[in-house]
């Protein structure tokens, strides 16, 4: 088949009728495009394009072969072709413009050469090898990116890999988005300020060869290299998994770097990727100072070596147990304040710094040559330094039970052997303490100490020898050997502190050795206290003598240390449940006033006709101010309730709490009670009755880890009598109470706990006078009161270990006057005709007497006994009241009411419910 065209030689449009559409198949096909020309012929496989003549294929080229383009001449394809073969291009140009395209999607692209135009078009296809030319302006969608040699000047994008093999060069160019990855297995892959390495969480591999950024920051997902190098530019991955090979580029990002791997990898920039370094094979180098980013936490595990090769590096945190080689660089490490552990080496010349406020624990053996500096933070040595020389800064601490090859205390430098427990410290070479440095050691009462033993000479320019003394029994004098030299001993020491408060350091010179002698002194236990309490607890422990656990227990403590030791052995919370049984028996006393007070129909002047609701009259007749007009009964002003006999009870709770008074600590109490009781009419202004009850408190005392609970059960009896427009409210109750206590004693070096149970009671007489004006719904009464409440207290003993109490039986006496007013307003209309009592109080009560109760207490085993002060019963409070009571029947009234104190220094809050009933 033929067609002869009438375009001009050098340009050959194939779009007649007659080949419309060309089909490609197995049969051969010849298409004249002129006299001496042949542009594009059908072959058995396909359409071959290799003339040098410019040629347009303007129809759609469909069938099951592929388009080949050879020559120097340009094939132009502008048509949706359809032709499966895929297509081939080794030199001369092929292009696509508008609905152009190459062949189905999947058809396989190869280009060896000449020029791929894309047109701006977007072109999808199956697999692409670029083995050589270049691929130009537009869109390209493989399933994978096989390139050899050559440029891509157009946007890869699609799922598929590239991958780069072979010696040559492949450059890219485009905004590539492809998501399959990115591989360079030989030769170079090159980006140009404009190429990008697909999309930008896509992994990229290089395996060998190189990968060149081209100056640009390009962005990956996860980067892995085997082999080859990554150079020139910045590159940003989500982390970098590096076995063998170079990296000429600044890695960067939130990404951690992992060594792994027999080979070397080598850090020639000065990286700044933020995630952790870990090398746990082979061997990371630094090519250049900073390689390792400053923020780095370095971790040197297994068989992983780390090279600085001279040159300076500066992270984090060091973790491991690798090794380190420093071959003259100088390493900084813990700027970020961590405590870190290496068990592993660090060799070579140079200098190890450790820097933040942490500790670094050194426990492996490390053959150093050069310096070791402790410029921040601590420094633990548990392995052996070889010939290094430590030297210690002002604020800095070194410790541990290693060996150094020498030691310098600068001036506010600390050296402390051993750390957990009492060590020695060896340096094989001489030891400095300069003047304000300090050497911090410690001392147990078997007469071990903390020791630095040293191979040259030991200079003492002054300095400060600080003892800590772990808990135990001392002897009254005991001598410890701090200090070996063998080249000698020059100089002094400036001074010795202890942490005790009852022994006496002292130190003594020998030619080679320096020796700590710890005294008893005369100080009394006592003069530790800060408080009353803490004073007595003192002369208690002091007098039992060494040979007690107690006593034992306290001489080497610090004065701090003794004063937090009194407290918890004072014992205070007997004497401040004291104080808990006086607010305790408060409650009982209003509920029995409440009684007495509140008249049962307060606010009515006569009694409603018909409602068989007596005038208030119960428990005591009063008096109004003025006549009021009966309500038909012939029960005129001032007359009793016509029921002789009521019944009544109190419900309550309260929670209160008393704080410190800078000696005892503070008490917490919630208290439950109950009181019934019954009342007569003994003549027409006089009614008395009697009543009984129980109540439960719990107190706790936190800050000296000591609890307890007070039950107390009671009787009492009273009596309300009316005097004209006076009421005169008296009575006294007797109770028995038990008592619980629990002590958890524990200080530095002894525990203990005790358990105490002892019996006591309580009496108090009370009474108060009220003035009552009766108003039109209303009344009002100014009160005076006072009660005298006496606590006994019986003899016990704890049961527990030395820390074991014994107090002696004791009264507790305190008087509390009160005066206020209190006011009650009627609401009628409720059902029946039934009123609703609103009341209310509010007045100042003060305490007089034993407010500040004690407890004489000895220790079981003996010694004497002294006075321990319980928490106050407060000098001073307002104390309020707000209720309710409801007449739900002419013979019941039930209230409900909210009462509470409030002073300087405790306050109480409760509710109560009482209920009445007459007949």
């Known amino acids: 088949m033929s067609h002869a065209s009438s375009c001009p030689p050098r340009s050959r449009l194939l779009a007649t009728t007659a080949l419309l559409p060309l089909i490609l198949g197995m049969a051969a096909m010849t298409v004249p495009v002129g006299p001496a020309h042949a542009a594009c012929a059908a072959t058995t496989t396909g359409l071959a394009c290799d003339g040098p003549d410019d040629v347009t294929l303007a129809s759609s080229v469909g069938g099951s072969g592929g388009l080949s383009k050879a020559g120097t001449g340009s094939v132009t394809l502008s048509a949706a072709n359809t032709y499966a073969g895929g297509t081939s291009l080794t030199a001369g140009t092929l292009s696509t413009t508008g609905a152009g395209t190459l062949g189905v999607p999947d058809a396989a692209l190869v280009v060896s050469g000449g020029r791929l135009d894309l047109g701006g078009t977007t072109q999808n296809v199956g697999l692409v090898r670029l083995t050589g030319g270049t691929i130009a302006d537009g869109t390209l969608r493989g399933s994978v990116y096989d390139v050899q040699s050559g440029s891509i000047d157009a946007a890869l994008t699609g799922p598929g890999p590239l991958v780069k093999s072979g010696a040559g060069t492949v450059t890219l160019s485009g905004a590539n988005t492809y998501s399959g990855g990115t591989r360079v297995d030989g030769g170079t892959l090159q980006l140009t300020s404009t190429g990008r390495l697909g999309a930008a969480d896509a992994a990229l591999v290089v395996g060998g060869g190189t990968l060149d950024l081209g100056g640009t920051s390009a962005s990956a997902g996860p980067v892995v290299l085997t082999?080859?190098?990554?150079?020139?530019?910045?590159?940003?991955?989500?982390?970098?998994?590096?076995?063998?090979?170079?990296?000429?580029?600044?890695?960067?990002?939130?990404?951690?770097?992992?060594?792994?791997?027999?080979?070397?990898?080598?850090?020639?920039?000065?990286?700044?990727?933020?995630?952790?370094?870990?090398?746990?094979?082979?061997?990371?180098?630094?090519?250049?100072?900073?390689?390792?980013?400053?923020?780095?936490?370095?971790?040197?595990?297994?068989?992983?070596?780390?090279?600085?090769?001279?040159?300076?590096?500066?992270?984090?945190?060091?973790?491991?147990?690798?090794?380190?080689?420093?071959?003259?660089?100088?390493?900084?490490?813990?700027?970020?304040?961590?405590?870190?552990?290496?068990?592993?080496?660090?060799?070579?010349?140079?200098?190890?710094?450790?820097?933040?406020?942490?500790?670094?624990?050194?426990?492996?053996?490390?053959?150093?040559?050069?310096?070791?500096?402790?410029?921040?933070?601590?420094?633990?040595?548990?392995?052996?330094?070889?010939?290094?020389?430590?030297?210690?800064?002002?604020?800095?601490?070194?410790?541990?039970?290693?060996?150094?090859?020498?030691?310098?205390?600068?001036?506010?430098?600390?050296?402390?052997?051993?750390?957990?427990?009492?060590?020695?410290?060896?340096?094989?070479?001489?030891?400095?303490?300069?003047?304000?440095?300090?050497?911090?050691?410690?001392?147990?009462?078997?007469?071990?100490?903390?020791?630095?033993?040293?191979?040259?000479?030991?200079?003492?320019?002054?300095?400060?020898?600080?003892?800590?003394?772990?808990?135990?029994?001392?002897?009254?004098?005991?001598?410890?050997?701090?200090?070996?030299?063998?080249?000698?001993?020059?100089?002094?020491?400036?001074?010795?502190?202890?942490?005790?408060?009852?022994?006496?350091?002292?130190?003594?010179?020998?030619?080679?050795?320096?020796?700590?002698?710890?005294?008893?002194?005369?100080?009394?236990?006592?003069?530790?206290?800060?408080?009353?309490?803490?004073?007595?607890?003192?002369?208690?422990?002091?007098?039992?003598?060494?040979?007690?656990?107690?006593?034992?227990?306290?001489?080497?403590?610090?004065?701090?240390?003794?004063?937090?030791?009194?407290?918890?052995?004072?014992?205070?919370?007997?004497?401040?449940?004291?104080?808990?049984?006086?607010?305790?028996g408060g409650l009982v006393r209003e509920a029995i006033l409440d009684r007495m007070r509140w008249a049962d129909g307060a606010g009515l002047t006569c009694t409603p006709a018909g409602s068989g609701l007596p005038a208030e009259r119960a428990p005591v007749a009063r008096v109004p101010l003025n006549s009021v007009p009966e309500c038909g009964t012939g029960l005129g002003p001032g007359s009793l309730d016509q029921r002789v006999v009521g019944l009544w009870g109190q419900g309550f709770g309260s929670f209160g709490r008393t704080a410190s008074d800078g000696n005892a600590a503070a008490l917490g109490r919630n208290t439950a009670g109950l009181v019934v009781g019954g009342d007569v009419a003994a003549s027409d202004m006089i009614r008395v009755g009697a009543a009984a009850g129980y109540t439960d408190t719990a107190l706790d005392v936190p800050l000296r880890l000591s609890r307890g609970n007070v039950q107390t059960g009671f009787g009492s009896v009273y009596a309300g009598i009316g005097l004209g427009a006076f009421d005169l409210r008296i009575g006294g109750l007797y109770g028995v109470s038990d008592t619980e206590t629990r002590r958890d004693v524990a200080f530095a070096g002894f525990r203990d706990n005790t358990h105490a149970a002892y019996g006591g009671s309580v009496a108090q007489a009370f009474g108060e006078v009220g003035y009552r004006m009766d108003l039109a719904g209303l009344t009002l009464e100014p009160f005076v009161g006072g009660a005298m409440i006496r606590v006994g207290q019986d003899a016990f003993s704890e049961l527990g270990g030395a820390a074991a109490l014994a107090g002696a039986a004791r009264d507790t006496t305190v008087t509390t006057a009160t005066a206020g007013v209190r006011a009650e307003a009627r609401i009628d209309g409720f059902i029946g005709g039934l009123p609703i009592l609103l009341r209310g109080l509010v007045g100042y009560r003060g305490a007089f007497g034993d407010v500040t109760p004690t407890a004489l207490l000895a220790f079981n085993t003996g010694g004497v006994s002294a006075l321990t002060r319980g928490a106050p019963v407060d000098r001073s409070a307002v104390v309020m009241e707000a209720g309710l009571s409801w007449v739900v029947l002419p013979t019941m009234t039930v209230g409900l009411s909210y009462a509470g104190q409030v002073g300087s220094r405790a306050q109480d809050h409760g509710a109560k419910g009482n209920v009445t009933y007459r007949f």
Not at 411 to 421: K, L
Not at 450 to 474: K, N
């Open 227 to 584: 082999a080859g190098t990554i150079r020139n530019g910045t590159l940003r991955g989500t982390i970098y998994g590096l076995q063998a090979g170079t990296v000429d580029a600044v890695l960067s990002g939130s990404g951690s770097l992992a060594k792994s791997g027999d080979g070397t990898v080598l850090l020639t920039q000065a990286n700044n990727y933020s995630g952790a370094t870990t090398v746990t094979n082979g061997i990371l180098r630094s090519g250049i100072a900073g390689a390792l980013p400053a923020a780095t936490t370095l971790i040197v595990a297994g068989a992983g070596s780390l090279d600085l090769a001279g040159t300076n590096q500066s992270v984090a945190a060091l973790n491991g147990d690798g090794r380190v080689s420093l071959g003259g660089a100088t390493f900084t490490v813990g700027s970020n304040g961590g405590d870190t552990l290496f068990s592993g080496t660090i060799d070579g010349t140079g200098a190890l710094v450790k820097a933040g406020a942490g500790r670094l624990d050194l426990s492996g053996n490390s053959p150093l040559a050069g310096s070791v500096t402790v410029a921040e933070g601590r420094l633990r040595v548990g392995g052996n330094l070889g010939a290094a020389d430590v030297s210690v800064a002002s604020g800095a601490i070194i410790e541990g039970t290693g060996t150094l090859g020498g030691l310098s205390i600068r001036g506010g430098g600390r050296v402390a052997p051993g750390y957990d427990a009492i060590g020695t410290l060896l340096a094989n070479g001489n030891v400095l303490f300069e003047a304000a440095s300090t050497y911090q050691v410690k001392a147990d009462a078997a007469g071990h100490s903390d020791r630095i033993v040293a191979g040259g000479i030991a200079t003492l320019r002054g300095g400060l020898v600080d003892v800590q003394a772990q808990a135990g029994t001392y002897r009254a004098n005991t001598t410890y050997t701090i200090l070996d030299a063998a080249g000698g001993v020059q100089g002094r020491f400036a001074g010795v502190t202890a942490n005790f408060a009852f022994l006496t350091p002292s130190l003594t010179y020998a030619d080679d050795a320096v020796q700590l002698h710890l005294a008893r002194n005369d100080l009394g236990f006592d003069t530790a206290g800060a408080t009353f309490n803490g004073v007595a607890a003192g002369r208690r422990a002091q007098s039992l003598g060494t040979g007690n656990a107690v006593y034992d227990a306290v001489g080497p403590l610090s004065t701090a240390q003794a004063r937090q030791a009194f407290d918890a052995l004072s014992g205070e919370v007997h004497a401040s449940a004291v104080t808990a049984l006086v607010e305790a």
